[in-house]
T-cell receptor
Framework: EDQVTQSPEALRLQEGESSSLNCSYTVSGLRGLFWYRQDPGKGPEFLFTLYSAGEEKEKERLKATLTKKESFLHITAPKPEDSATYLCAVRPLYSGAGSYQLTFGKGTKLSVIP | EAGVTQFPSHSVIEKGQTVTLRCDPISGHDNLYWYRRVMGKEIKFLLHFVKESKQDESGMPNNRFLAERTGGTYSTLKVQPAELEDSGVYFC?????????????FGPGTRLTVL
């Protein structure tokens, strides 16, 4: 069974204080690892997809990296508007029914204090 | 381009009543998914439509849940009769049929409270 574990559960940062969020995963084969951002009362908003170990993607102050067992979301010089819950999800490699399911972690709630 | 929309945003019902949630996917997206998040838990998959056909309903908790997708457009998820443990946020997502690059885009969710 696919599993995703995110840490820490919550993180408080001062504005400008860089840090990283962790997503550890167990999957028989990885088709893709997805990062989403979720604001209170809203649905998950797509950020990145990573497909293979060593891949990196960047968007503004965010950079996502992938190894064979985990992914990191690095936040550089965060601002208060980066406060949100960040979700990690995996999609399995196999074909057929079930292969489109995303397995999510519980998320990391990030608070950036001015 | 309009995103995934869901209606209602909130629903409060009594145990034993029936509720129907609606999802309108992004125009042109053949794939439609339902997920649910109960309090304190992670978002979990319920089912997947390709156009009007159910591709995977392995996540549906029991036969009190019925999902339909009329004409391959919008989808409804009916809970009948509702139980206390059905409370949570129900998310709909959609994606194009694009193979390995298939990104799922989520709607804002419907918060269901069963009293």
């Amino acid at each position: 069974e696919d599993q995703v574990t995110q840490s820490p559960e919550a993180l408080r940062l001062q504005e400008g204080e860089s840090s990283s969020l962790n997503c550890s995963y167990t999957v028989s084969g990885l088709r893709g690892l997805f990062w989403y951002r979720q604001d209170p009362g809203k649905g998950p908003e797509f950020l990145f997809t990573l497909y293979s170990a060593g891949e990196e993607k960047e968007k503004e102050r965010l950079k996502a990296t992938l190894t064979k067992k985990e992914s990191f979301l690095h936040i550089t010089a965060p601002k208060p508007e980066d406060s949100a819950t960040y979700l990690c999800a995996v999609r399995p490699l196999y074909s057929g029914a079930g292969s489109y399911q995303l397995t999510f972690g519980k998320g990391t709630k990030l608070s950036v204090i001015p | 381009e309009a995103g995934v929309t869901q209606f209602p945003s909130h629903s409060v019902i009594e145990k034993g009543q029936t509720v129907t949630l609606r999802c309108d996917p992004i125009s042109g997206h053949d794939n439609l998914y339902w997920y649910r998040r109960v309090m304190g838990k992670e978002i979990k998959f319920l089912l997947h439509f390709v156009k009007e056909s159910k591709q995977d309903e392995s996540g549906m908790p029991n036969n009190r849940f019925l999902a339909e997708r009329t004409g391959g457009t919008y989808s409804t998820l009916k809970v009948q009769p509702a139980e206390l443990e059905d409370s949570g946020v129900y998310f709909c997502a959609s994606s194009q049929e694009a193979g390995s690059t298939d990104t799922q885009y989520f709607g804002p969710g419907t918060r269901l409270t069963v009293l």
